[in-house]
């Protein structure tokens, strides 16, 4: 592990950091349109570096201080940060069992933490900023009706491939991932779960992970769950 004191938001936070690979002695992030757009989708904020090679993904105390005390003090002071139970630590090894099914996903460079109270920004995780990729939703979106297909049945067999390695995404849309110049899927919002033990209530856990709101309506709902029913039995 390692201190390292990153400078956002025209203040130095300081963070400790877990499996630190490959960083830089003086790290200094910057927001710029990219990860505008990452924000847009979500509730995290995003920086890269200055020499545009790490994305970093920080995430706010869910409770205010001064409105909540109770709650902060408990969730986002103890658990996050004395019990190490942030979101950063949580993806990224959600990241690396992505990798382990043969998901394509960035190189992570480590998880930090900030112990300190005042900032609210307590979890760091430090991955590699993949250049010229776009938001899934997006390229969805943009694509014609042979295009979705095409895009949802590639879908379909990344999520497929992750059940038969035994786990299942916990908010699956298609912008928790980045559609690479090439066409590749990389998956950059990685919270999973193990299936149920018993395989009687895998394809239920599997199946309830797909909701009509994150699919884009309920028609590539139910595309996406024929195909990934027609690979699951097949593959059992």
Not at 60 to 84: C, G, N
């Amino acid at each position: 592990m390692k201190l390292l004191d990153i400078p956002f938001d025209d203040r130095r936070r300081r963070y400790l950091v877990f499996h630190a690979q490959a960083l830089p002695a003086e790290l200094t992030l910057a927001s710029t349109a990219t990860t505008r757009e990452f924000e847009a989708v979500g509730s995290s904020r995003f920086f890269v570096s200055r020499d545009g090679a790490l994305l970093a993904k920080v995430v706010p105390d869910k409770y205010a201080r001064r409105e909540a005390p109770v709650k902060w003090l408990l969730q986002d002071y103890l658990e996050t940060r004395w019990l190490a139970q942030s979101d950063a630590r949580k993806e990224y090894r959600s990241l690396q069992i992505l990798r382990r099914a043969g998901l394509a996903a960035p190189r992570c460079h480590g998880w930090g933490i900030s112990l300190n109270p005042a900032n609210r920004n307590a979890s760091l995780l430090l991955m590699e900023h993949v250049q010229d990729a776009r938001p899934g939703g997006e390229v969805f979106d943009a694509l014609d009706e042979p295009g979705r297909l095409a895009f949802l049945e590639r879908f379909c067999e990344e999520v497929a491939r992750l059940a038969h390695a035994g786990y299942v995404h916990r908010d699956l849309h298609y912008n928790n991932l980045l559609v690479a110049q090439d066409g590749t899927l990389l998956w950059i919002d990685a919270h999973v779960r193990r299936l149920p033990t018993k395989s009687a209530d895998q394809w239920p856990a599997l199946k309830r992970s797909l909701t009509v709101s994150k699919l884009r309506g309920e028609t590539y709902r139910e595309k996406v769950e024929q195909q990934l029913q027609a690979l699951w039995h097949h593959a059992c």
